[in-house]
């Protein structure tokens, strides 16, 4: 038969066995010496094992009662951590928060956001999804994370959009170009350029297509890929220029490109943070969501 123990069982014997007195153990914690005697004698019963030598003058543990208390002492220490976990979970300080994010602003704008967050909520850690909008999209409505940073894009009508921030688009080409020097240039300037457009996956391509639709051109499209890297790599091999937003700009640096805002119109995307309305969400997450609206706001 196994032995049921509870709580307040393991808690008397490990007194008894800290202090090596039923009497101080007995003051300890507010009992009289004999139901506090009686307790431990039932435990021992329903363990099938005798846990002290009991004297006049000490009480020391048996054989069995000190590996009785080993484990015993490990599993109170278990069991009070874990409510502290969980003060620290209800109290919104501790816990994980899953946030699916568009890749440029999983490298760009949240490593900062992270690192600031963690110094005031250690307990709390941030789990980061880098992937294409529509995929974040599905991740949040199958319950696969808290929260999505991304576009206001083709989002359903159960799915909630707190913008964050604008980012807006800049043209990029190779450093021996002719737009080389230039602060600014027209989107109808690119009707003539070769054109290296993302992939129809990516949440971009719509915008740069509604744009560019907007201002009456037709691109000539050189090339179309959907990794950010292989954009820039396409562009300093001079096959075409790109449009793309700021945030995405620093994963191109490595490729020595030039940058200019575009302008005729200017074009932001607005980045915020989608989440499900009406699913009940952690303290933790909610923090994180309350820190994020304060720092990018």
Same mark, same amino acid.
């Given at each position: 038969?196994?032995?049921?123990l509870?709580?307040?069982?393991l808690?008397?014997? +490990? ?9 101080? *153990?007995?003051?300890?914690v507010?009992?009289?010496q004999?139901?506090?005697s009686r307790a431990? %004698?039932?435990?021992?019963?329903r363990?099938?094992?005798?846990l002290f030598?009991?004297?006049?003058r ?6 069995v009662?000190?590996?009785f208390?080993?484990?015993?002492t ?6 009070e951590r874990?409510?502290r976990e969980?003060?620290l979970?209800?109290d919104?300080?501790?816990g994980v ?6 890749p =440029? &602003?999983?490298?760009?704008?949240l490593? =900062?956001l992270?690192a600031?967050?963690?110094v005031d %909520?250690p307990?709390?850690? &941030?789990d980061?999804?880098d992937? #294409?909008a529509?995929?974040?999209t599905?991740? +949040?409505l199958?319950?696969?994370v808290?929260y ?9 009508d159960?799915? *909630?959009?707190t913008?964050l921030?604008k980012?807006?688009?800049?043209v ?10 230039r602060r600014q240039?027209a989107?109808r300037? #690119?009707a003539?350029?070769?054109?290296v457009s993302?992939?129809?996956?990516s =949440?971009l ?11 009456g051109?037709?691109?000539?499209? =050189?090339?179309e890929?959907q %990794?950010?890297a292989?954009? *820039? ?6 096959l075409g ?7 995405v #700009?620093?994963l ?8 200019a805002? +575009?302008?005729e119109?200017?074009?932001d995307?607005d &980045?915020?943070?989608a989440?499900?309305?009406g699913?009940? #969400?952690s303290?933790?997450a909610?923090?994180? *969501?309350?820190? +994020?609206?304060s720092?990018?706001?």
């Open positions: 038969m196994d032995p049921d509870s709580l307040r069982d808690r008397l014997i +490990l007194e008894v066995a800290t202090r090596r007195s039923f009497t101080d *153990a007995a003051h300890a507010h009992m009289s004999s139901a506090l431990v %004698n039932d435990a021992e019963r363990l099938g094992a005798r030598e009991r004297t006049t000490s009480v020391e543990p048996t054989a009662g000190a590996e208390i080993r484990i015993g490990s599993m109170v220490a278990h069991y874990g409510l969980f003060a979970f209800r919104g300080f501790g928060v899953r946030v699916a994010a568009l =440029s &602003i999983a490298a760009t704008m490593p =900062s992270v600031t967050l963690k %909520n307990g709390i850690v &941030i980061i999804v992937t #294409l529509h995929v974040a599905e991740q +949040l199958a319950g696969l808290d999505a940073i991304t576009v206001d894009e083709g989002l359903p159960e799915v *909630a959009f913008p921030t980012d807006r688009f800049h990029v080409f190779r450093d021996d170009h002719p737009y080389r020097g240039v989107w300037e #690119l003539g350029q070769p054109f993302f992939g129809e996956d =949440s391509r719509a915008l740069t297509d509604d744009t560019f639709r907007h201002v051109i037709r691109p000539e499209v =050189s090339f890929a %990794n950010i292989v954009i *820039a790599g396409l562009v300093a091999s001079g220029v790109a449009a793309a937003p700021a945030m #700009l620093p191109m640096s490595f490729a020595g490109l030039g940058t805002e +575009l302008v119109p200017t074009v995307r &980045i915020g943070l989440y499900v309305r699913r009940s #969400l303290p933790a909610q923090r994180v *969501a309350q820190a +994020l609206s720092q990018l706001q």
